[in-house]
């Protein structure tokens, strides 16, 4: 026979109050960036690593430069 424990039971579980997005678009993967996206992610990695080909402004856009 087994015997009762003391940890947490299906009596635990909270019923959730609100209801989750049906939206399933990016189901079960990363989300899809936008090139803008990927390329100022590109552009911060090269200067992390400090890369030749990094661009000497920097990854950034700031309103002077516009």
């Known amino acids: 026979m087994t015997e009762p424990h003391d940890g947490p039971t299906l009596d635990d ?4 109050q609100e209801q989750a997005p049906r939206d ?4 079960a993967k ?3 960036l936008g090139d803008e996206a990927l390329e100022h992610r590109t ?3 090269r200067q992390a690593v400090g890369s030749d080909d990094a661009n000497p402004a920097g990854a950034d856009l700031h309103s002077a430069t516009d």
């Open 43 to 45: 552009e911060q990695e």
């Open 24 to 27: 399933r678009q990016e189901h």
């Open 13 to 16: 579980v909270i019923v959730p």
């Open 30 to 32: 990363d989300p899809h």
